[in-house]
């Protein structure tokens, strides 16, 4: 059973725009949330990640926004680079039992020039 | 570097062979993590150690799998009798009493 599901499966923007990638979790036991970036043949890079006490975290140029009563959260990625074109996956844990990553199906994002 | 590093990154293997792969984390990182990547999908939990004591295992670790980390700092996940489903993307993550889990480059297994 798929606990995270995330979409859309693939994604293709102009260089300077915003791509949006949502996920959607069942259960309500998870307590964080992070988003991972992993390039061809490499392992996933942790990106950002967010708790469920708050709705909104930036770093850079990543924004996480986070809807609790919804259980779902998503990515925004201002002034899209074609550097930025990467597999992401958000994931969930639950902090006091272990942490271990449930991650979602992944999105193939595309920057074009 | 001090990031986590897997061996071998690549390994190519005939169906029924035992295969061996290692797990360095990061330094003073106390937990450490193996998850399987197909093609194309996200990333699956297979197991857990928190130092040394293997906490838990996912359904997805059948008997054929097996992985230790003595004195809790490097690991190693073991596959025996290898089956063509076995290959994928092995990677290997670590964490310091903390969410935030970093994963190695990953050892793609291919069996034949």
């Known amino acids: 059973q798929q606990q995270v599901k995330q979409s859309p499966q693939s994604l293709i923007v102009q260089k300077g725009g915003i791509p949006i990638i949502n996920c959607a979790y069942e259960?309500?036991?998870?307590?964080?949330f992070p988003w991972y970036q992993q390039f061809p043949g490499k392992g996933p890079a942790l990106l950002i990640a967010?708790?469920?006490?708050?709705s909104e975290k930036k770093e850079g140029r990543f924004t996480i926004s986070f809807n609790k009563s919804a259980k779902q959260f998503s990515l925004h990625i201002m002034d899209s680079q074609p550097g930025d074109s990467a597999t992401y996956f958000c994931a969930a844990s639950i902090n006091n039992a272990g942490n271990m990553l449930t991650f979602g199906g992944g999105t193939r994002l595309m920057v074009k020039p | 570097d001090t990031g986590v590093s897997q061996d071998p990154r690549h390994k190519i293997t005939k169906r029924g062979q035992n295969v061996t792969f290692r797990c360095d984390p990061i330094?003073?990182?106390?937990?450490l993590y193996w998850y399987r990547q197909t093609l194309g999908q996200g990333p699956e939990f297979l197991t857990y150690f928190q130092n040394e004591a293997q906490l838990e295992k996912s359904r997805l670790l059948s008997d054929r799998f097996s992985a230790e980390r003595p004195k809790g700092s490097f690991s190693t996940l073991e596959i025996q009798r290898t089956e063509q489903g076995d290959s994928a993307m092995y990677l290997c993550?670590?964490?310091?009493?903390?969410?935030?889990?970093?994963f190695g480059p990953g050892t793609r297994l291919t069996v034949l």
């Open positions: 967010i708790r469920p006490d708050v």
């Open positions: 259960n309500t036991a998870f307590d964080y």
């Open positions: 993550a670590s964490s310091y009493h903390r969410a935030e889990q970093f």
């Open positions: 330094s003073e990182h106390n937990r």
